[in-house]
């Protein structure tokens, strides 16, 4: 479908990096000529399938650089990546969106290689130990809400989250802290006269308003940490709007759909994987009646290709791209308004600018009464 133009927004009254995993030099005058497209937790699943579709679509023109917190898997992504596209160029970075630390010390290291950023995709994601409540889910069996209850687990999954060493909340600090602060660092490469340049998160359906207070953004006393960082995902996106379209930067947000993936598989671990396998009819069936189960990474990932090849200023900050495939099994991308209000992505924007600013104090502190913190 062909997007709205965009609305207005209405205006308010580090250690070092190990060698030997800084796969390829990057030289700015090689950058120059190539789109420079960096994904956090790229290794797996969304951001796996993304990568390989986004060098199907241009190989020759793009430099993939996957930011990925475990080392092995980000080597093993890279070199399957490279096997079925061996003329791609494919850098890997180490981070760990839970960590300040990390994300000062991969922002820094861009910085260094590259001169330029034209597509941040801020996909990195937890649903930390996720209980099933067995009891709301046959219940939702027979309900009007069954759809929606496959579709965005509404209900029937809660969450026990964990603290940071930074102390923050967990799934907080994965799904949108560490993606903000690595934004404000990395302003002198995604900001530049001339050009334009994208953020994309990977939101979720299950960005639900009910599970996010503005009095509690970290979600520390609520049950639903990740649909919470979901739905200030989708606030956060309008906000940065607000503040950097005139630099040159722009937000969209995007649902990839129901995702057979780790995050998937992790709701039941015990559940046996050949009962998944024998589920799939069954989701197949349910994809005739809606579209949002897009069941695969690849064909979740349709949306975020698809804003690749958009106009960022055509986009509205409002909607939320989703992926969705149809029961023949065609993907397509279809937006939909959001249910946020920019008076609370102001309000929460000037939060997060508040916990950044107690954050790099803290850490400050931390590092002048330790060793120094070397980047």
């Known amino acids: 479908m062909i997007p709205q133009k965009r609305k207005p927004v209405p205006e ?8 030997q995993f800084s796969c390829r030099a990057t030289g700015f005058g090689f950058t120059k000529m190539k789109k420079v497209v960096l994904v956090t937790g790229a290794n797996s699943g969304i951001g796996l399938a993304l990568c390989e579709r986004l060098l199907s679509h241009d190989t020759e023109g793009l430099l993939l650089c996957l930011a990925c917190r475990n080392v092995q898997r980000a080597q093993a ?5 490279l096997a079925s596209h061996p003329a791609a160029q494919v850098d890997l970075l ?11 010390r991969t922002a820094q290291e861009v910085k260094v290689r590259y ?21 709301a889910f046959f219940r939702g069996l027979f309900s009007s809400k069954v759809i929606t209850m496959f579709a965005t687990g509404d209900g029937i999954l809660t969450q026990k989250d964990g603290v940071t060493p930074d102390g923050l909340q967990q799934v907080f600090a994965t799904n949108l802290f560490g993606h903000f602060l690595l934004i404000r660092e990395l302003e002198p490469v995604l900001c530049q006269e001339g050009r334009t340049s994208q953020l994309v998160w990977t939101s979720s ?6 599970a996010f207070s503005l009095e509690d953004i970290q979600h520390r006393r609520g049950t639903q940490p990740y649909s919470s960082s979901k739905y200030a995902t989708d606030l956060l996106s309008l906000s940065l709007n607000q503040h950097y379209n005139k630099q040159g930067l722009y937000s969209s947000v995007v649902s990839p759909g129901f995702v057979m993936t780790n995050l998937t598989f992790g709701i039941l671990p015990s559940f046996p994987a050949f009962l998944w396998t024998l589920l799939m009819p069954v989701f197949w069936l349910i994809r005739v009646f809606t579209n949002t189960f897009t069941l695969t990474p690849y064909n979740g990932s349709e949306a975020l290709l698809w804003l690749f090849r958009q ?6 900050p409002y909607a939320k791209y989703h992926s969705l495939t149809s029961g023949l099994g065609n993907n397509y991308t279809q937006p939909h308004k959001m249910d946020i209000t920019f008076e609370t992505s102001e309000s929460l ?7 950044e600013s107690d954050t790099r104090k803290k850490l400050a502190e931390t590092q002048s009464a330790g060793p120094s913190l070397k980047t």
């Open 12 to 19: 308010p009254d580090a250690q070092p990096f190990s060698p």
């Open 77 to 81: 992504a890279r070199a399957a990546l």
């Open 94 to 104: 180490q981070m760990d969106t839970s960590s300040v630390s990390s994300v000062l």
């Open 115 to 135: 001169n330029r950023l034209d597509y941040l995709y801020l996909n990195a994601g937890i649903m930390p130990n996720p209980e099933f409540d067995a009891k």
């Open 205 to 210: 359906s299950n960005a639900n308003r009910s």
């Open 311 to 316: 106009k960022p200023e055509s986009l509205d």
């Open 349 to 355: 924007y000037i939060k997060l600018l508040q916990l």
